[in-house]
């Protein structure tokens, strides 16, 4: 079974970075998709960033695109979130998730990741 554990979320000033750390317990390539996701109060849970396990494909949400960045260590199995610039609107809970599906064209749906992390919260403030 694999598990994933989150870390690195905190409180930041807008324009202020944070790097999230998902540690995965078993061997990364056994799942095709990492991925990253994000839920704020009273909103849907979004996609965010998700990484071709292996490969070279990252894609992210246009409201992330070209402030956050998505990588992986192999021999740390870890996948990292770099967050730069960050807005008060990027405050959420973001989850680390695990697909057995190919993230190639688009970030898989919800419903696509089948392993999921506790969350850790990201607060931004103005």
């Known amino acids: 079974q694999v598990q994933l554990v989150e870390s690195g979320g905190g409180s930041v000033q807008a324009g202020e970075s944070l790097t999230l750390s998902c540690e995965v317990s078993a061997n990364i390539y056994s799942r095709r998709c990492m991925g990253w996701f994000r839920q704020a109060p009273g909103k849907e849970r979004e996609g965010v960033a998700s990484l071709y396990v292996g490969g070279d494909r990252r894609l992210y949400a246009d409201s992330v695109k070209g402030r956050f960045t998505i990588s992986e260590d192999n021999a740390k199995n870890t996948v990292y979130l770099q967050m730069t610039s960050l807005k008060p609107e990027d405050t959420a809970v973001y989850y680390c998730?695990?697909?057995?599906?190919?993230?190639?064209?688009?970030?898989?749906?919800?419903?696509?990741?089948?392993?999921w992390g506790q969350g850790t919260q990201v607060t931004v403030s103005s």
């Open positions: 998730a695990a697909a057995p599906v190919w993230c190639i064209v688009k970030i898989p749906t919800r419903d696509e990741f089948n392993v």
